[in-house]
């Protein structure tokens, strides 16, 4: 080869691998490695960036969480610390730090809203049929029936002993009020663990937590599902950097009889849902509130509301069975409007 | 234009041709790159099933696709160009033409971040490659 030619090789080369570097170097935002699953019952969706290059490895160690999240938290399945729990007939039980800390969260909270919100509603759940995903299994029970399970709710039946837990007079606990979000907040430590400069968020069963902004500088945009929609419908944006918001709502697990509809947050004092909301969408800067709020919120009905708001320091966005928008005044902060 | 000089001769390093050549080959490989990183690639769908890929189907023409565990029927999705449904879905229990599941409710999609899921199925069906995005990232909803 010429001598020539080799120079223009030579400075083609090295213009095209200046060009390349600067594409990589300083234009391309963070590669996100996103997947999605069914796992605990319902969907999942995480999203993660980071420098080190191993964001497919690290999100694929969160899915496995799963399996282990499984046999601690399902209720309806033989086996399970929280079915070996609640099958307990009284006696006080040794659990794992992650059943301890949800237990404790969900307790403290039911204090917090005297017993507005409370965990020892497992009763109910299957008596209504709503423990399960088949619809043919959804029914109204008789009053009797209800009456009979209210015996056996009360957060007050729950004693903690250091690791061990005792659940008296019959109680049956059911932590999918605030499961989701000591999840995400599990998860999106093992995502900052691993980078803390790493970003994305992770997303179990509508529960939305930020690990880091989008491309480090700006918000993740959160649509809120239309409850009288489909399920990619958005009636509203939120827009987060950090934190967590999550969903109740009465749309996905609801039967409607003599044109009454009734789902599956009850009111523990009567054993029915209270048709207060379509649904409640809280963010907050603690998982625990984010699920626990909306879960209160339909069940206390709009004043408990608007009292208990401040005092948790959430921003809510609600929509009212009149199909009314009714949002907190710091609602605004987290608005996002495309 | 000069941009250097030979050591051993007086003649000019590049010429005008080879300066054409130059640019010739700097903008074919940039166009590449470019074409490469940011060219659209064509609309397909991504089925899930247990958390693994099942099938990927380009969204390129009407059709339908059944969707199997082992030898059990799970669910049926139809295809137009650019877009996706599931019309048929059953689990152990549900009659197959049950209405109130979500998978089918959720009717076609279309856009990219829109997603259709059946929890009892364990199925899980996203687009790629859309023309539109949804204008959110991710979505909550009630749990």
Redesign the interface.
Known sequence: MKR?NV??LI??VA??GS??AS?FLTN?PPKYYTR???EL???V?I?YATKKGNAKEVVDEM?NKFQEYDRIFDPWVAGSELYNLNHSDGKWVKVSPALLTVIKDAIDFAKLTNGQFDPTIGRLVPLWGFNT?????WHLPTPEEIQASLQHVGYKNVEINGDEVRLLNGVWLDL??MM?GYIDEMLIEMARQNDPESSG?V?V????GIIGP?YGNKP??????N?RG???D?VA??KLYSGY????????RYIIVDGKRYYHIFDPKTGYSNNYFE?V?TVSTRAIFS?GFGVFSMVAGLPAMEKMAPKLGVAYYAINEEGQVIKSDNWKEYEYK? | MTIGKSTNTNHRIFSKWDLLLILILVTGFGLWIGLKQFAPSAAKAVILLDGKVYKVIPLDKNAYYKIYRGDTYLMTVETRPGAIRATYSTNWVFPATETTQISVATGWISKEGETIISVPNKIVIYTEGMKEKTPYDVMTFQN
Request: aromatic share 12%; hydrophobic share 35%.
């Open positions: 020539r120079i223009i400075f083609t213009i095209v060009v390349i594409i391309v999605y699953g069914v019952g319902t969907d969706e999203s899915f995903d088949n619809t043919n299994s999918n009020g989701e968020f997303d069963g509508g529960t939305v989008k993740w945009i959160i649509g809120i599902q409850p489909s399920s990619n958005a944006y939120v918001v999550g969903t109740s709502g009465d749309y996905e649904s969408t699920d495309p």
